[in-house]
């Protein structure tokens, strides 16, 4: 079954429709041509033939009510495509699509707005399709065109087509020129639109390729956890990260949810001889708790008693950082509010662990883990332990939380305390 959803994009708050099969094999976004809207019936043909190989698409207005009645508006190419950009940035906050391969397919002036959005967003961007395009239109653009793109025309749209060789030849970038015999501009003769449509899934089959789970930096993936969660709507809400790394995940989802930003202060214990090994962890809530990873004590044969004199000097540091972050200020309470634990992605899981069960102990309505990412098995645990878990990825193949950012760096405490001076008065 295919989800479909009215979205409002951007800062003119423009119309859009979103189509979103099972397993979504990328996301086409359309730009519109000619003063047309997201209500364009070829275009709708198009994204319902591709939503059926398997396809996301997001049609929208790319211009106002009052923009779409200025003729040089809808030939603004630098206002489309501009307005194409802004999708394209919420597409990939968004935890539907972040994932998936992007492509854009342009009709008439649309095409030059696709081209000059390629060419912005050149890393987002995996292939471009042309519908009966203007590329000339975006021609200073041509050369940096990056995206594999096709250029589709009518044979009998000789003005267009003329148009269209000529642009072809400025690309640096793999071009195929497709010519529909008999079609004019608009594809409406019998049969002419459906080899278009025929041509455009083909060229997106070979060119969207499934791309590598990678978050710009920590407050990027927490766009796109907050997006989720306002769909949730969760009900008297109230946010806790796991410092240092989960604060700038945390802090965008506090600020989209108008929640109050805690800490629950918890550390790995390391194994002896191994620190990066997590043997269990500790955590400071009402009372101090220590979470033991049975298999790891079993392979270095730590005893329970020995566990805990390991544990003492996490909790020395827990100490430090609570007056360094928190001062004197007091725990934010979770009792009967939907708690929101964050951190910047699971490993074994031992920390997350603790800091649920001393979260548990808050009495809180409910609470729901929401993490970038985690391993299958350590998030099925900590699921057990959770109300609700929401976890945008699930690799199988899992090295350590950091190569799924391409900014991952160590956090210091200042940033940490800045990050939380937004929500002090909040507390």
């Known amino acids: 079954m295919i989800e479909q959803s009215e979205i409002v994009l951007g800062r003119e708050a423009l119309p859009g429709l979103l189509a979103v099969p099972p397993e979504p094999r990328g996301l086409i976004l359309f730009a ?12 709708r043909l198009v994204a319902e033939a591709l939503n059926q190989a398997g396809y996301a698409t997001l049609l929208f207005d790319l211009l106002t009510g009052d923009e779409g009645r200025d003729r040089r508006k809808v030939f603004d190419i630098e206002l489309l495509g501009g307005r194409l950009v802004e999708a394209i940035d919420w597409a990939r906050e968004d935890n539907r699509l972040f994932a998936l391969p992007f492509g854009l397919f342009g ?29 000339d239109l975006a021609s200073s653009s041509l050369g940096d065109l990056a995206a594999p793109t096709l250029f589709i025309v009518g044979g009998d749209d000789p003005e267009v087509l003329a148009l269209n060789h000529a642009a072809q030849r400025q690309c640096r970038a793999t071009t195929e020129l497709k010519i529909v015999p008999g079609a004019t501009h608009l594809f409406e003769e019998p049969g002419a639109l459906e080899q278009a449509i025929e041509a455009a899934t083909s060229w997106f089959d070979r060119h969207l390729r499934p791309r590598a789970i990678r978050f710009a930096d920590r407050a990027a993936a927490g766009r796109v956890l907050a997006r989720a969660l306002l769909r949730l709507a969760p009900e008297n809400p ?16 506090a600020r989209a949810l108008h929640a109050p930003l805690d800490l629950i202060l918890a550390r790995k ?6 620190p990066e090994l997590a043997l269990g962890a500790a955590v ?5 708790d220590v979470v033991i990873n049975r298999d790891i004590a079993y392979a270095f044969d730590v005893s329970d008693r020995e566990a805990q004199r390991l544990a003492e000097r996490e909790f020395t540091e827990i100490e430090r950082r609570r007056r360094i ?16 634990l964050v951190d910047d992605g699971v490993a074994t899981g031992a920390t997350m662990e603790a800091a649920l069960r001393a979260l548990r102990r808050r009495e809180p309505q409910k609470i729901i883990l929401a993490v970038p990412v985690a391993p299958p098995d350590s998030l099925a645990r900590l699921a057990r332990l959770a109300d609700e878990t929401l976890c945008l990825a699930t690799p199988a193949n899992f090295f350590g939380v950091g190569e799924f950012y391409r900014n991952f760096h160590q956090l210091d405490d ?14």
């Not at 519109?32 to 275009?43: K, Q, V, Y």
């Not at 400071?284 to 101090?288: A, I, L, N, P, Q």
């Not at 200042?414 to 507390?427: C, M, N």
């Open 32 to 43: 519109h041509g000619s003063g047309s809207s997201r209500m364009s019936p070829r275009n």
């Open 269 to 274: 214990i390391g194994a002896p001889g191994n």
């Open 107 to 135: 009709a008439s002036t649309g095409a030059a707005a696709a081209i000059l959005a390629a060419v912005a967003r050149r890393s987002d961007i995996a292939a471009v399709v042309s519908r009966g395009g203007r590329p």
């Open 284 to 288: 400071d809530g009402e009372s101090r």
């Open 325 to 340: 972050y928190l001062g004197d200020a007091p725990p934010v309470s979770a009792r009967g509010r939907a708690a929101i």
């Open 414 to 427: 200042d940033e940490v305390v800045r990050a939380l001076a937004e929500f002090s008065p909040r507390r």
């Open 238 to 253: 109230v946010v806790y990260a796991l410092p240092r790394g989960g604060v700038p995940v945390a802090a965008p989802i």
